[in-house]
Nanobody, 126 residues
Framework: VQLQASGGGLVQTGGSLRLSCTAS????????TGWFRQAPGKEHEGVAC????????WYADSVKGRFAISGDNAKNTVYLQMNSLEPEDTAVYYC????????????????????WGQGTQVTVSS
């Protein structure tokens, strides 16, 4: 049972990246999927989530209108399309499978999760 975040890289301000969160050993769509990030010297923060079945989504205010989360059940993968990237988006990005896609759940996960896995580095140069 594993979640693998990938797709990070180095881009210039205003550029785009698409992150992937691929599950193995379980069906990701049976859960809500959340994307989180941790910038250097900062705590983890919720970025976006999508409910199982894709009926609802949530975005942090800082990424609304720039990021889009979506799922591909055939590939057992959830994507985070990141556009108009800013240096403030520089962080290691992680994905999680969780019970709900709500702002409250995102805060709970961000503040209580003990193990985050490897994550994928996103660096936005100015």
């Amino acid at each position: 049972v594993q979640l693998q975040a990938s797709g990070g890289g180095l881009v210039q301000t205003g550029g785009s990246l698409r992150l992937s969160c691929t599950a193995s050993g379980f069906t990701l769509d049976n859960f809500s999927t959340g994307w989180f990030r941790q910038a250097p010297g900062k705590e983890h923060e919720g970025v976006a989530c999508i409910s199982n079945g894709g009926s609802s989504t949530w975005y942090a205010d800082s990424v609304k209108g720039r990021f889009a989360i979506s799922g591909d059940n055939a590939k057992n993968t959830v994507y985070l399309q990141m556009n108009s990237l800013e240096p403030e988006d520089t962080a290691v990005y992680y994905c999680t499978a969780q019970k709900k896609c709500t702002s409250t759940q995102m805060v709970i996960t961000a503040t209580t999760r003990g193990y985050w896995g490897q994550g994928t580095q996103v660096t936005v140069s100015s």
